[in-house]
């Protein structure tokens, strides 16, 4: 299973930016997938997550600002940034929850990051 995010770059504040995150390879089923994001010398947080129902789950600093959503017929899964602000400069990492064979447990997996920079 791999995890291919795209997307990243630079943005000025206030400004819009779409992250996209492709799973592949053996897949039976994808519970959850979302997005996290980390700076140097800080741990990894939640951005934003959204489940195979479409329940989603937004960091208090993401609400409002940022939209996930997922196309199922892809496994992919979006964040759409809106009124970006120089704090959201991250390396910003997809994540996945993925059954790869029936009868399997789940596993989580990571894509590779990309960066995110709010500047002007």
């Known amino acids: 299973v791999q995890l291919q995010a795209s997307g990243g770059g630079l943005v000025q504040p206030g400004g819009s930016l779409g992250l996209s995150c492709a799973a592949s390879g053996s897949i039976f089923s994808i519970n959850g997938m979302g997005w996290y994001r980390q700076v140097p010398g800080k741990q990894r947080e939640l951005v934003a997550f959204?489940?195979?129902?479409?329940?989603?789950t937004y960091a208090d600093s993401a609400k409002g600002r940022f939209t996930i959503s997922r196309d199922n017929a892809k496994n992919t899964v979006y964040l759409q940034m809106s009124g970006a602000k120089p704090e959201d400069t991250a390396v910003y990492y997809c994540?996945?929850?993925?059954?790869?064979?029936?009868?399997?447990?789940?596993?989580?997996?990571w894509g590779q990051g990309t960066l995110v920079t709010v500047s002007s």
């Open positions: 959204v489940t195979s129902g479409a329940s989603t």
């Open positions: 994540n996945a929850i993925i059954k790869p064979i029936r009868g399997d447990p789940s596993y989580n997996y």
